[in-house]
C-alpha cells in the first residue's frame, strides 16, 4: 500500500517556473516506478514524465521535453517535477502516480494522489 500527496501547485505566469512534489508514505516505494500526468477539463488525463524506480530513466512526453524535470529521492520517498517556461497550455490538475513501472500509460498505475492545480496566466 501506497499513499500519495502532491503539493506545489499555484498561479503563475507564462513563463515561470514552478516545482511539484509528490510526497509517499508506505513501504518499498524504491520498487514503484512513479509517472506524472495532468488532466484539464473535458480532458482525459494525459502523461507528463516518468521515472525508473532507481530514477535513471526518465522519459517525457513531447510537449514538455526540455522544459520539465522529473527526479526522484528514494530516502525521502519523493518526487519531483520540475516545470520551466511554463505556458497557460500546461494549465491543469497534476496528479502522480506509482505503478510496478514507469509507464506512459495511466493504466499502468496502481496509486494516485489527490493531484495539485497548477493555473498559468498568459
Known amino acids: 500500500q501506497l499513499q500519495l500527496v502532491e503539493s506545489g501547485g499555484r498561479l503563475v505566469q507564462a513563463g515561470d517556473s514552478l516545482r511539484l512534489s509528490c510526497i509517499a508514505s508506505?513501504?518499498?516505494?524504491?520498487?514503484?516506478?512513479i509517472g506524472w500526468f495532468r488532466q484539464s477539463p473535458g480532458k482525459d488525463r494525459e502523461f507528463v514524465a516518468s521515472?525508473?524506480?532507481?530514477?535513471?530513466?526518465?522519459y517525457y512526453a513531447d510537449s514538455v521535453k526540455g522544459r520539465f524535470a522529473i527526479s526522484r529521492d528514494n530516502v525521502k520517498n519523493t518526487v519531483t517535477l520540475q516545470m520551466n517556461s511554463l505556458m497557460p497550455e500546461d494549465t491543469a490538475v497534476y496528479y502522480c502516480?506509482?505503478?510496478?513501472?514507469?509507464?506512459?500509460?495511466?493504466?499502468?498505475?496502481?496509486?494516485w494522489g489527490q493531484g495539485t492545480q497548477v493555473t498559468v496566466s498568459s
Open positions: 521515472v525508473s524506480r532507481g530514477g535513471s530513466t526518465t
Open positions: 508506505g513501504r518499498y516505494f524504491h520498487t514503484y516506478g
Open positions: 502516480g506509482a505503478g510496478p513501472a514507469q509507464s506512459d500509460k495511466s493504466r499502468s498505475y496502481t496509486y
